[in-house]
Every structure is written in C-alpha cells, then in structure tokens.
C-alpha cells in the first residue's frame, strides 16, 4: 500500500497529499538553513530520517498483518468463516486511512478483499457441489457491475453480480444455487439478494431488451424543463436503464473462464456503441445532467428530513453524480473502460475538458470518496451521509469546491449532449 499518493506521470494526478508534503518539507528546509547552524539541520534531518523510517516500518507492519488476514481467507472452510477476517481487514486498512487520508489506498485494499472473498466464494460453492455428490462445476464466469468494477471499492461498498455459463445444464443451476448461498453467507450479498446468471445468449437479450425475457423496457422519460430550472427539482428516479448502463459500461471480470467473460464484456461495449446515438441515451443524459447537487440556492446545503434529518446525502447529492456524469461524457468520446478517475485523465486527453477542471474533479472525486468512508466507519456499514455541523471550516471549503466542480461537470455536458438533440 502506498505510503504516498503519487503519480503515473501526469502533473494532473499529482495528488494533495503528496505535493503539499513535498512543499511543506521544502519550505521547513530553507527556513532551518537560513536561520539555522549546520548542527541544528543536521539534527532535523536525523529527525525527518527517523519520521520517514516509521513511516516505513508501519507500512511493513500492516502488509504483514493483512498478509495474515488473506491466508485466513484462503483457508477458510466454509463461506461463514469469511466474515470475520472481513472485518478484522475492514479495521486495518481504516486504522490505515485514520493515519494517512488516503481514499485512493483504501479502495486498492478493499478491491484486492473483495477479489479474495469472491473467487474464495466460488471455490467454495465447487467444494459444495462435489461434497454432495453434485459434480464438478461447469464452465462459468463471474462478472462484477458497480463500484468494484470501477475500482472504487470501499469499506462496505454492494455490487451486482452476473454469473454466466457456457452451456445449458442442470450442474450451472445446481452451481448458481450454492454460490448465491456462498455469497449471502460471506455477507457479499444481502439474503434477498441474488446474482443475476444465464447464458451468453440470454445476456445478450437483456442488454438489446432491458431484460432477459424479450419485452420492452419503457426507457424514454417525459423531456424535462430547461437545465437552469432543472437544478431546482429534487432528484427523479431514473428508468431501468441507468442500471443497464452501469451493468453495461462498469463491467469487471473476476473469476471464472475468461474468454466466456471477454464475451459477455464485448457484448457489452457493442450494444452500447449502438445505443450511443439513439433517444434514450440522450433522454438519460439529460436526468443525469439535471441531477440536483448537495449545494443549493444561495450556497445552502440540501439537508435530509426523518432518519437523517439535518444531515446531506453524499451519495445521492455528490458522488454518484459525478460518477454517472463522467461515465455518459466518457462514452460519448468513446472511452468504454476504467474508473471515474481514468475517465476524467481520458477526458481531458480528449479534449472534452481543460486541465483546470479536470484537477478539480479530481480533487471532488477524492473529498466524495472520503467523505463516504468517514460515513462507512462511523456506521459501520453502508453509509453516506454527513453532517454539516461536523465541518470544519477546511473541509467545508473543500465540499463545496467539489460541488463547484460537479456543477461546472454538468454545464459542460448539458452544452455538449442536450444542445445536440
């Protein structure tokens, strides 16, 4: 795990953290040589030394200790067995956050746990299958829709599932059967909650009809008021087909036959180069683009009424119309793959957006980020609320920059797509 957030090369990825604390060190070393004796800065730098040295050793440490936790994994016997080492993650790469406030580190970790938990899932619904004299389990893949496909995993983020098979058979139904079990039991799934699963074929059907029965999903919403006005309405539930677009274009493979899931990936990317042009990607983008913010008239926040009364939903009002935003404008440029931050650098690679703008997502994608893991930590699950009264004048400036930002993302789009229809 990275101690520090850095770079892949581009100035537009150099993150907060990284250039303040080379700043930050810059400016106390010309302070110490232009006041200072030659043993007063030697005495600091020893001093710098030993911080950089603890730093270090922590970071060994923790690889150890999940190191430790990924073996439990690897040789639990059972799906329930999985919880526990779970959690003791959970506590680790938090204690990890705590120190560092880095979201872009937690969600590496809580990526590679998911991953683990996952394919230790499958394996043990094969186990199951051949214990019970069921056979061995027939070729299949596993593919993962929504934050974990998107890398941006974190503490108790919920995905959709797909699990496909190759051919039509009893043992795919008896393997679907336990490895939905496998996946409630290890708490990947809630118990309500299955995973969808079917042939290539029947993929196919479901992203051409919305559904893998053959019928019509009803995906062209009623035009809505211009975008200025727009920005006044609550938040209207969006048609099925924000789900196939996730499920479309945030599409991961995990475990299973790969070439079966290279497939069902490019089956995707097609039926969404053919619904790039058409009416109801258009309609979409214009409820995505007409998302209300957590920001509202004259720089008052939209606060929740009943259970969280006085508190903002990070999720409805921030994060998620940033992700949706960047996705619509990203494969209207014909950029199919990665996570928002990927989508933002392609972006902007594209000429889709300045630099200036596109640092400043960045920035917002890292504030919403922790802003949801503070969320999941104090709740302990699911989370995405925060109260304002919590802020401190720092990270109410940095909120609202955010929401600038995502505000700036929406006239961008609004200009380059609803003008176009």
């Known amino acids: ?16 953290a990284s250039t303040q604390l080379l700043d930050n060190l810059k400016t106390r070393l010309e302070r110490k040589w232009e006041s200072s004796s030659s043993r007063a800065a030697e005495s600091f730098l020893r001093a710098l030394m030993d911080t950089l040295h603890a730093e270090l050793d922590y970071e060994g440490q923790l690889d150890l200790e999940l190191a430790a936790v990924e073996d439990e994994i690897a040789r639990a016997e059972t799906a329930p067995a999985l919880v526990a080492p779970q959690q003791r993650y959970r506590e680790l790469v938090t204690a990890h956050f705590r120190r560092r406030g880095s979201p872009l580190a937690l969600c590496g970790a809580c990526n590679r746990l998911h991953d683990l938990v996952l394919k230790k899932a499958a394996a043990i619904a094969e186990e199951r299958m051949r214990d019970l004299g069921q056979g061995t389990a027939p070729v299949y893949a596993l593919l993962v829709s929504g934050d974990r496909a998107r890398g941006e995993q974190t503490l108790y983020s919920r995905n959709r599932y797909l699990l496909l098979h190759q051919l039509d058979s009893e043992r795919f139904y008896l393997f679907s059967r336990q490895f939905t079990l496998a996946l409630q039991q290890s708490g990947l799934l809630g118990e309500q909650e299955t995973p969808w699963h079917g042939s290539l074929s029947e993929w196919r059907s479901l992203l051409k009809n919305g559904n893998g029965k053959g019928e019509k999903p009803s995906v062209s919403p009623a035009p809505l008021p211009p975008f200025a006005a727009a920005q006044q309405q609550r938040a209207t539930p969006l048609p099925e087909w924000r789900w196939r677009l996730e499920s479309m274009a945030d599409l991961a493979h995990v475990a299973g036959f790969e070439p079966l899931a290279d497939q069902a990936v490019g089956a995707a990317t097609l039926a969404l180069r053919e619904e790039l042009g058409c009416d109801p990607f258009f309609q979409l983008a214009r409820r995505v683009i007409s998302l209300p913010l957590a920001l509202g008239r004259f720089g008052r926040w939209r606060l929740e009424q009943g259970e969280h009364q006085g508190e903002i939903d990070i999720e409805r009002l921030a994060l998620s119309p940033l992700v949706q935003l960047v996705r619509i404008l990203s494969l209207k440029v014909q950029v199919h793959e990665g996570g928002t931050l990927q989508r933002i ?9 300045d630099v200036d703008l596109a640092e400043r997502l960045l920035k917002a994608l890292q504030c919403l980020l922790a802003l949801r893991i503070e969320s999941e930590i104090r709740s302990e699950g699911p989370g995405m609320y925060a109260n304002p009264e919590d802020f401190d004048l720092e990270l109410d400036a940095r909120l609202r920059e955010a929401l600038e930002a995502v505000l700036n993302l929406q006239k961008i789009a609004y200009q380059n797509m609803v003008g176009q229809v």
């Open 1 to 16: 795990m990275p101690m520090l957030l850095g770079t892949k090369g581009e100035d537009i990825l150099t993150w907060r």
């Open 345 to 353: 650098r392609a972006l902007l690679y594209r000429g889709a957006m």
